[in-house]
C-alpha cells in the first residue's frame, strides 16, 4: 500500500529525490562550482515541490482572459507566488556565492576547498 | 489604535530603506545615518516595550489591508519588544566599539558598503523578531545570512574569503532544509501565517493525520535553524569567520545573528507548532544531546586554541549548545533560561571581543596568547572589562552568567530524566570554561619581563587614546552588571512574555 502511494505521487518522490542529490552535493563535493550546482539543484527541488502542490489538474493559472470566475476554474496563485520569491532569494544566493568563488579562485587559482584550506594554514594569514 | 503600535514596522522599514541609502553616501555619512537609524529604532522599540508592559498583552499589526488567512502580519508582545531593543542596545555598542579596527581595516572606498549590510541585518533581525508569517521569516533569514556573509567578508584577506565561503554552504543547507519544512508546513495546514498553522496543526495532530509528515517537518525545520545558528557538529566555520572579520562583525556576528535564527526557532516551537506537540516528538531530545555535547566540545576546543580571538569565538559554540541543552528540558524553565542566556551571551561576548581588542591594541596588535603577557597593565580599562567577560561567563555571582548558570541548574532539577546529564554537564563546562578565560585573566596580569617590553616596546593604551571604545566597554561593563543584579524583574518579563507567545 505504501509503495502504491510512492507510485501515485511519483513527482513529489522525485522532488525529495532531487533535494537529497543537491543536498549531498553542497555538503560533500571539493569544487566551489560543484557545490554551487548542487545549491542550485537542491532550491529548484524545493520549487518543483511547491509547483507540483499548488497545481491541481485541469485548471489554469488565476488570470481572467475568457470571463470565466467560477473559483472551480483556476488554481491557488500563493504556490505559484512562493516559487518565485524562492527563485529571487536563490538567485542572489547564487551570484554571492560565485562572486566569492571568483574572489578565492584569483588568490589560490584552485576551485577545491580543502586545497584552500590547507594553504592557508602555510601561509597564516 | 495608538501611534506607538505602528513602530515595529517603521523600524523594519526604516533599517530596510537605510541601506540602499547608504550606498550613495561616502563612508564618513553613512556611518553616521547608521548610528542614527539604530538609535532611533532603539528609541522605538523601548517606546513599543513601554506600551506592551502597560497593555500587558501582545497586539497583531495588519500589513496591508488583507485579514488575517490572506495578508501579512507582525505581531508584538514583551519578549518581542525586549529582543528588539536589546538587540539594538548591543548592536549600537558593537558598533561604537569597533569603530578605529574599521577605519583601519577597511578600504576607504567600502567603508560605506560596510554599513549597508548592518543595516539590512538590523531590519532582517527585528523582521524576524516581529514577524507572524512563516514565508516573510524565511526570506528575512536569507537576507540575515547575506549580508552576515557580507561582514565576513569585507576585511579582505583569504582567511575571511574562506570562512565566508564556508558560512554561506553550512548557512545554506539549513537554508535549504528550512525552506522543505516551511514548504511541508504550508502543505499540510494550507496556511502561512504561524497562528493559523498552530489552529490546523493541532487537528492534525488530534485526529493523527498526517503523524509522520508533521514529525519529519518538525526535525527539518529544527536541524535547519540548528546548523544555522552552529551548534555543534556545524561549527566548522566559526572560529575563523569571528577571528579574523574586523571586530564590530565579530561582535554583531557571534551576539547578534545566531540568536536571531535561534529566536525564530523558540517562536515556531511555541507559535506554529505548539511546544507539547514539539515536545512530544522527541526532537527536543536530539537538541539535548547536540547541546550537551557541543558545551563541552566547544570549551576543549578553546583550551587548545592560542589566538585570542579564536579562543572566544570557541567559547560561542560552547554558550549556543547551552541555549540548544536549555530547549532540550522540554519544560517552560528551560526554555526562560535558554532566553536569558540569549541575553546574558549577547551581553558577554560581544564585551569580550571588544575587550580583547583593547588588549590586543596594547600587545602590538598580535593576537597571540604569550604576547598578552601583562597587557591588562598597559590597557587598564580593557583589561578590567576582560575580566568582567571572563567572569560572567565562568559564571560568577555579580555577573549576568551566573544568573542564566543558575537558571539552567533550576531548570535540570525539574526534569528528571535529563537531570544528572544536564547538571554534569554544566559542572564540566564550567570548569573548563574556568580554565581558559582564567587562564587569561592571569596571563594579561602577569607582569612582562622588563627585556622584553624593552625589546617590544608596547603602546601603553589610556582612555583618552580611544574614547569610543572605552565608552562603549564601560556601557558593556553596566549591562553586564545590571543583568547580573536586576535579573527578577528580567525573568519575570520573560516569563510573562512567553505565556503571550504562543
Not at chain 2, 597593565?377 to 565562568?394: C, D, Q
Request: contains cysteine.
Amino acid at each position: 500500500m505504501n509503495l502504491a502511494n510512492l507510485f501515485n505521487n511519483y513527482e513529489e518522490a522525485v522532488a525529495m529525490i532531487l533535494f537529497g542529490i543537491g543536498f549531498s552535493n553542497l555538503l560533500l563535493q571539493k569544487n566551489l562550482i560543484k557545490k554551487i550546482i548542487g545549491l542550485n539543484i537542491m532550491d529548484t527541488a524545493v520549487y518543483l515541490f511547491l509547483a507540483l502542490k499548488g497545481y491541481i489538474e485541469g485548471r489554469k493559472a488565476p488570470i481572467v482572459v475568457n470571463g470565466v470566475q467560477s473559483v472551480e476554474a483556476y488554481i491557488n496563485p500563493i504556490p505559484s507566488g512562493l516559487v518565485l520569491t524562492g527563485i529571487v532569494v536563490s538567485v542572489s544566493v547564487t551570484a554571492l556565492m560565485l562572486s566569492l568563488t571568483i574572489r578565492l579562485y584569483r588568490r589560490y587559482h584552485t576551485l577545491d576547498l580543502d586545497e584552500i584550506s590547507t594553504r592557508l594554514k602555510k601561509e597564516g594569514l | 489604535m495608538e501611534f506607538v503600535q505602528n513602530f515595529p514596522f517603521f523600524s523594519i522599514i526604516l533599517s530596510l530603506f537605510a541601506g540602499p541609502l547608504c550606498s550613495i553616501l561616502n563612508g564618513k555619512w553613512a556611518k553616521r545615518v547608521n548610528l542614527a537609524v539604530i538609535t532611533i529604532i532603539l528609541a522605538m522599540s523601548s517606546a513599543v516595550l513601554a506600551f506592551t508592559l502597560r497593555t500587558g498583552d501582545s497586539y497583531v499589526y495588519m500589513m496591508g489591508h488583507f485579514p488575517a488567512p490572506w495578508g501579512n502580519e507582525i505581531r508584538v508582545g514583551m519578549l518581542e519588544a525586549l529582543m528588539a531593543v536589546f538587540f539594538c542596545l548591543i548592536m549600537l555598542l558593537c558598533m561604537i566599539g569597533g569603530v578605529l579596527e574599521r577605519e583601519r581595516e577597511i578600504e576607504s572606498t567600502k567603508q560605506n558598503l560596510y554599513y549597508i549590510m548592518v543595516n539590512l541585518l538590523l531590519s532582517s533581525l527585528l523582521a524576524l523578531i516581529y514577524t507572524n508569517d512563516l514565508f516573510t521569516a524565511y526570506v528575512f533569514v536569507e537576507i540575515n545570512t547575506i549580508s552576515a556573509c557580507g561582514l565576513i567578508m569585507i576585511r579582505q584577506n583569504g582567511r575571511t574569503f574562506e570562512a565566508a565561503i564556508r558560512y554561506m554552504i553550512m548557512s545554506l543547507l539549513g537554508s535549504g532544509m528550512l525552506l522543505l519544512g516551511i514548504c511541508f508546513l504550508y502543505d499540510l495546514t494550507g496556511h502561512l501565517l504561524m497562528s493559523n498553522i498552530k489552529e490546523q496543526v493541532a487537528i492534525l495532530n488530534a485526529s493523527g493525520q498526517y503523524h509522520m509528515p508533521l514529525l519529519i517537518t518538525v526535525g527539518l525545520i529544527s536541524v535547519g535553524i540548528a546548523i544555522k545558528s552552529a551548534l555543534f557538529p556545524f561549527h566548522a566555520w566559526l572560529p575563523d569567520a569571528y577571528g579574523y572579520s574586523t571586530l564590530s562583525s565579530a561582535a554583531i556576528l557571534s551576539s547578534l545573528v545566531s540568536k536571531g535564527y535561534i529566536f525564530l526557532l523558540v517562536k515556531i516551537f511555541y507559535r506554529v507548532i505548539g511546544f507539547d506537540i514539539v515536545r512530544d516528538s522527541k526532537i527536543i531530545n536530539v537538541l539535548f544531546v547536540f547541546g550537551v555535547i557541543g558545551m563541552i566540545m566547544g570549551s576543549i576546543s578553546a583550551i587548545k586554541e592560542s589566538n585570542i580571538r579564536r579562543m572566544i569565538a570557541y567559547s560561542s559554540v560552547a554558550q549556543i549548545g547551552y541555549i540548544y541543552m536549555g530547549f532540550g528540558f522540554g519544560t517552560e524553565l528551560g526554555m526562560i533560561a535558554s532566553l536569558y542566556h540569549i541575553i546574558s551571551h549577547a551581553a558577554t561576548k560581544s564585551l569580550l571581543f571588544v575587550a580583547a581588542s583593547g588588549i590586543t591594541d596594547a600587545s602590538g596588535d598580535s593576537t597571540d596568547f604569550f604576547d598578552l603577557t601583562g597587557a591588562g597593565y598597559r590597557n587598564k580599562l580593557a583589561g578590567i572589562a576582560f575580566t568582567v567577560g571572563a567572569l560572567s561567563m565562568v559564571g560568577f555571582p555579580l555577573f549576568t552568567g551566573f544568573i542564566s548558570k543558575l537558571l539552567f541548574a533550576q531548570a535540570a532539577v525539574d526534569s528528571y530524566h535529563k537531570l544528572l546529564p544536564a547538571l554534569i554537564a554544566l559542572a564540566v563546562s564550567t570548569i573548563l570554561n574556568t580554565v581558559y578565560f582564567m587562564k587569561t585573566v592571569i596571563r594579561i596580569y602577569t607582569p612582562e619581563k622588563r627585556e622584553v617590553l624593552a625589546k617590544k616596546q608596547y603602546q601603553v593604551i589610556t582612555m583618552k587614546d580611544q574614547k569610543w571604545k572605552s565608552a562603549a566597554l564601560v556601557c558593556f561593563i553596566a549591562i553586564n552588571l545590571f543583568f547580573g543584579l536586576y535579573s527578577e524583574p528580567v525573568v519575570g518579563l520573560l516569563e510573562r512574555g512567553l505565556k503571550i507567545f504562543a
